[in-house]
């Protein structure tokens, strides 16, 4: 099990940016695929980024493509999110996620461990 905690949401004007971090203990953080997930108002949690173990490869949905970024730190145990130009339908909750098998990487049921997630609120 891989306990995560989140931290780094707020506040920002549209066009604005924040840096997510994700800070994990427990079992062997390296193993892990990880993903950031949002949930909006009134609407599921969908997949946002994932990263490899090694950080070599990094996934997007459409909607964050050129303007999120996701990266990790193995010896930090600390996995990011990079948000730039965000837009109001960037308003959300914030989890990052761990992924121990070899499941879908967009599909929640995939990550055996979630954090307690993050608010960002973009204002227009």
């Known amino acids: 099990q891989v306990l995560l905690v989140e931290s780094g949401g707020g506040l920002v004007q549209a066009g604005g940016s924040l840096r997510l971090s994700c800070a994990a203990s427990g079992r062997s953080f390296g193993n892990y695929f990880m993903g950031w997930f949002r949930r909006a108002p009134g609407k599921d949690r969908n997949f946002v980024a994932g990263i490899t173990y090694s950080g070599s490869s990094t996934y997007y949905t459409d909607s964050v493509k050129g303007r999120f970024t996701i990266s990790r730190d193995n010896a930090k145990n600390t996995v990011y999110l990079q948000m730039n130009s965000l837009k109001p339908e960037d308003t959300a909750i914030y989890y990052c996620?761990?992924?121990?098998?070899?499941?879908?990487?967009?599909?929640?049921?995939?990550?055996?461990?979630w954090g307690q997630g993050t608010q960002v609120t973009v204002s227009s």
């Open positions: 996620a761990a992924r121990p098998g070899t499941g879908p990487v967009k599909e929640p049921a995939s990550y055996a461990d």
